[in-house]
């Protein structure tokens, strides 16, 4: 049963600071970890709830800001299959979050509960972990608070990455439910047998490659990955080799700090701290390990980045020839945004031959409309996204090249987006084609593309609609763009705000360098 003065009294402790208005976004809530206390401990009371209404199946809350700077932090909420909440609860934490006295908290609360007719006399159970952001220890500990006041069962899983929360939520619901053992290291001996094993599956026989060079970002990936390689050496020490660099995870202010995939994707550079040649082969990670994005430099030094996009093409052109060898009957689909680069969607369409759709940014779009397909391949241009094998692709017949197609389902993450996991899938397809980084790069050529981002007074005034290709609000700013873009050859552009962060995104590419910068540069000018 629910105390509701006990939680009035637990919530005097987390007060909602007044000038503060909260929004349950793409990326749960995020901002500047100061302000997220109270916040923080009603999403423990939230978390609760959807567990009592879900008849106490277990809720994941992830305590991270990603790829945001180091002062930052954020939470979200997993459901549990493991992937993200539900659209409408992303209401009621908003609401939760926005009640300013104890006593608007409880009718929220009353509210939420009456709304959804929940058995208050349900038990409630949820795990959490979060990321190496020196603000986590003292915002679990009011997220425990939270999870205390409404008298759920809290599973405290330490550090791990954002994918291993998701793979773990997912785990305690369909599978048995573990017997012995500390939930904290089982959810990270879980995930690296899984991985471990389903890669050593997927590459065969086939030679391994030269070494990786992972950028951390300076995060929890850095760790994680690292055990994760050596759960693979256990298996077979000539599979996979990896040299992890900014791997700090202790020294202040280095997370994220010009490193990390979001840096290296939008700068189109390295990061600090590795040196790169011609020889070597390299990805970065984001600050929760959800991203990952690989590039190299060509022997006159011109940087490479083989993007979101390009794992996508890769891994739906390897998947599309086991599926014609082995003679199935099964649909493969790829999903992108409007971020896609327009040469990657020619590749698909026109090499690969296969249907590709475009939806709004963000991973529950592109989940959802990924599991329309038996197969449905999704990458954001930024490095994330996953593989999702509905049940009919996962066939029992022995024949090799269905046994490969289900050890790479075995292999991918198929709750969300992971960088190791998608680290070790691009791994296995590249030595089972023994492509080079330069050959995978050559499957098509990028269009010059440049992302910037404009401050201005209300992003809220900026409308889309058309998968947020086409603006249609402010009023006649489309019309504006459409007559630029059609003075570029190839030229392509649009804006739409931010979900994240409080700036609208330009996006625009051509045929030139010269020709997309400048086609930026004056959207960019219509939109400020
Ligand atoms: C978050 C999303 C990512 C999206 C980005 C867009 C998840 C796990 N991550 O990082 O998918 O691309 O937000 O940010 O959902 P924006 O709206 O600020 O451009
Ligand atoms: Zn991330």
Partial sequence: ?????????????????????????????????EYLESVIFRVGILAGLRSKKLNSKVIGIMVTASHNPEADNGVKLVDPNGEMLEQRWEGYATQLANAQSEEDLITVIKS???????????NAIVVYARDTRPSGPKLIAALEDGIKAINAVGENLGIKTTPQLHYFTNYLNCCEKP?????????????YEKFANAFYKAVGDNQRLSTVYI???????????????????????????????????????????????????????????????????AASLDGDADRIVFYYVEGDGTFRLLDGDKIAALSAGFIIELVKTAGLDINVGVVQTAYANGSSTAYLEEELKVPVSCVPTGVKHLHHKAQEYDVGVYFEANGHGTILFSSEARTAE????????????????QTVGDALSDLLFVESILMNRQWSFQKWNSIYTDMPNRLVKVVVSNRHIFKTTNAERTLVEPKGLQEKIDKLVAQYKNGRSFVRPSGTEDVVRVYAEASTREDCDELAFKVAGLVY
């Fill in 179 to 191: 017997a012995e053992g500390r939930y904290e290291e089982l959810a990270d001996k879980l995930y």
């Fill in 1 to 33: 049963i629910i105390d509701y003065n006990k939680i009035k009294e637990a919530s005097a402790k987390h007060p909602k600071l007044k000038e503060i208005n909260y929004t349950y976004g793409t990326a749960g809530f995020r901002m500047k970890a």
């Fill in 215 to 281: 950028d951390a970002a300076n995060g929890v990936g850095a760790p994680k990955l690292r055990e994760l390689a050596e759960w693979i050496d256990k298996i077979n020490d000539n599979i996979f080799k990896v040299t992890i660099i900014n791997d700090d995870i202790n020294a202040r202010g280095k997370l994220n700090f010009q490193c990390g995939a979001d840096y290296v994707k939008t700068g189109q550079n390295p990061p600090l701290g590795l040196n790169l040649t011609c020889e070597h082969r």
């Fill in 398 to 413: 022995q024949e090799t090249a269905v046994k490969k197609l289900q050890a790479l389902s075995e292999l991918i993450n």
């Fill in 112 to 122: 939420i509960v009456s709304q959804n007719e929940i058995d208050e006399s349900k």
